[in-house]
């Protein structure tokens, strides 16, 4: 036992040291140590990182690299590179970084938001687009949005003291997401998972010592597939009967005629849990944000008030159709959402 374990101690030594050997063709920057690169030169948090990283340029000019236990960062200090690189040769620096525990692990790589530029993203862009990719479509859901912010409002109106939780109504699938993004969050902070650096780690039985990631990816990658499962589940059964809304879902479930093949299918499902999960909290903090404002800035209220009743009257909520003539209200919900 020992042995093999002095065998994998070596062999993820080695792994290691050839990720963290200096590469040919990079951007300068600071020397690194062996085995850890450059970790010493991260910022210590005593001051904001722009200004840290910001002494890099003065010491390395417009480009610079840094490895840290193998993990490569390139900083790119000037405006018109920046361009260059990532906009004018988008296809070729556009990937997002893949981390064995975040992606492979706990089951992110799922989504659209950090898949890499493969046929996956082409298609589960292609599905988006078509529901929510152009002005003519999108407006679609509006009745929906008209309804469920209604609805709010009567609530805040019958118990103003409960606020927060009619803006985020305890809903078992609301909860789930909410644990899930708590989950991805904590999955790609750097340094935190020794797979990410020592993917050789990802190998060994979940018995060995310090190896607690593998559970806590087990359990957070079976809440990763709940939400993509759960709402998908929920609308063709409520479809079965009826009974349904019009949705993302359903409406690309109609677009097939009901005959969804295996592939559609996930992506449908990936999708769509991707776009609730970013959806739900930034939604509830918008709201939420805009209540404050208005609290702490009675002054504002008071215009945007004066422009609803001047263009809308007293008689009736405005609705979409108003937007266009209330542009102060409409810069109002611009500047919450930026």
């Given at each position: ?9 070596g062999a993820a030594l080695t792994v290691l040291y050839i990720r963290t050997r200096p590469q040919k063709n990079l951007p300068p920057g600071p020397k690194p140590l062996p085995f850890l690169g450059n970790l010493r030169d991260l910022p210590d948090g005593t001051t904001p990182e722009y200004q840290h990283w910001i002494k890099f340029k003065d010491l390395y000019g417009p480009l610079s690299y840094v490895s840290i236990l193998g993990q490569s960062l390139v900083i790119i200090h000037d405006r018109d590179i920046a361009n260059t690189t990532l906009e004018k040769t988008s296809t070729k620096t556009s ?244």
């Open positions: 036992m020992l042995s093999a374990l002095l065998i994998l101690v990937g997002r970084p893949q981390f064995i525990f975040g992606n492979e692990m706990c089951g992110y790589n799922q989504f659209l938001t950090v898949l890499p530029y493969n046929k996956t993203f082409k298609q589960q862009r292609k599905l988006v687009h078509q529901q929510l990719g152009t002005k003519t479509i999108a407006p679609r859901f509006r009745d929906t949005q008209d309804i469920e912010s209604h609805r709010l409002l009567l609530r805040i109106m019958e118990s103003p003291e409960k606020l927060l939780t009619h803006i985020k109504t305890p809903d078992p699938l609301a909860l789930l997401v909410d644990q899930m993004m708590h989950n991805f969050a904590l999955a790609f902070i750097p340094m935190t998972w020794p797979v990410d650096y020592l993917p050789i780690l990802g190998y060994l039985p979940e018995s060995f010592p310090g190896l607690s990631f593998k559970r806590i990816a087990r359990d957070w990658n079976t809440k990763v597939r709940m939400v993509i499962e759960l709402p998908f589940e929920f609308v063709k059964k409520q479809m079965r009967k009826q009974s349904h809304e019009s949705s993302y879902v359903s409406s690309l479930i109609k677009q097939h005629d009901g005959n969804v093949d295996e592939e559609t299918e996930l992506g449908i499902k990936q999708t769509a849990a991707v776009m609730y999960a970013g959806g739900s909290d930034t939604t509830v903090s918008a709201i939420s944000s805009f209540v404050l404002a208005m609290l702490l800035f009675p002054d504002i209220q008071k215009k945007a008030q004066l422009e609803i009743d001047s263009v809308v009257g007293t008689d009736r909520l405005p609705n979409f159709e108003d937007r266009d003539r209330l542009p102060y209200v409409d810069a109002l919900v611009k500047e919450t959402l930026r």
